[in-house]
């Protein structure tokens, strides 16, 4: 369809090839768009919060928190940020009471724990279990938006496309309950200027949360954060099996 000659094949091929080498197949597919699309298709048929990509940087032995949940400290550089939530049964709203969400994002500078090893174990992220009313809430700071790994093949690809390589600011969890599907997905946040034009495609209107200001001394001590400080709601339902 595209009248591909000998030479453009061969680039490409070589292109590929780079991409391979460079251990970039993945980031290709995530900028392309194809990630997504391949995470929509294989969940075409669940019903409950839309999930969405993995991404690179999810470590499997977050620590499981203890109360009050907090995924970094109280003096973590950024804007304070308080998340609460309800995680119910789609088919019933009945509470999964055992549920817990597995929680990972980026700092307010933009690095996940693997980039910025020498901040410490466990940076930005842990385990939060939901009370016997499916209840969560916890502490952490507004995400920064960050750029993909651009020095590569990919990087170059993006340029060549007019595109910039940033993701909307979000924060992942993924969430495991037992007699439930398992749910993967990402928060985003509504005020940021890269929802329209995320460079993996993969914000939902669904994801997408409002973060409020709050001023108020008293409730900031109430909740051991500095004020002021950022409160937002996110509600999650899950399919059963
Ligand atoms: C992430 O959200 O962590 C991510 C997703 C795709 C490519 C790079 C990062
Ligand atoms: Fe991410």
Same mark, same amino acid.
């Given at each position: 369809r595209h009248n591909v000659t000998t030479e453009e094949y061969l680039q490409a091929l070589a292109y590929l090839t780079e991409v391979g080498r460079r251990d970039e197949m993945i980031l290709l597919g995530d900028v392309m768009h194809l990630s997504i699309a391949i995470d929509d298709q294989t969940h075409k048929d669940q019903v409950g919060t839309a999930t969405n990509v993995e991404g690179p940087?999810?470590?499997?032995?977050n620590p499981v928190l203890d109360p009050p949940?907090?995924?970094? +400290?109280?003096?973590? /550089?950024g804007l304070p940020l308080v998340i609460s939530g309800r995680v119910t049964?789609? +088919?019933?709203?009945? /509470?999964?009471?055992?549920a817990v969400l597995d929680l990972w994002q980026a700092s307010a500078d933009g690095f996940y724990e693997q980039q910025k090893p020498e901040r410490g174990p466990h940076y930005l992220r842990g385990k939060v279990p939901v009370d016997s009313d499916g209840r969560f809430e916890f502490r952490t700071i507004v995400p920064a938006s960050y750029e993909i790994p651009k020095a590569g093949p990919v990087g170059r690809l993006l340029t060549y496309l007019g595109?910039?390589?940033?993701?909307?600011n979000h924060i992942h969890v993924k969430l495991d309950a037992d007699g439930f599907k398992p749910l993967t997905t990402q928060i985003f946040f509504s005020?940021?200027?890269?929802?329209?034009?995320?460079t993996v495609g993969a914000v939902k209107d669904d994801l997408v949360v409002e973060l409020i200001e709050e001023t108020d001394e008293v409730r900031a001590k109430e909740l051991e954060v500095r004020s002021p400080f950022f409160t937002t709601s996110f509600d999650i339902s899950l399919q059963r099996h």
């Open positions: 940087f999810y470590l499997p032995d949940y907090r995924l970094c +400290s109280f003096d973590e /550089p049964d789609k +088919s019933s709203g009945r /509470p999964v009471e055992d595109r910039h390589a940033f993701r909307a005020d940021n200027e890269w929802l329209g034009s995320d």
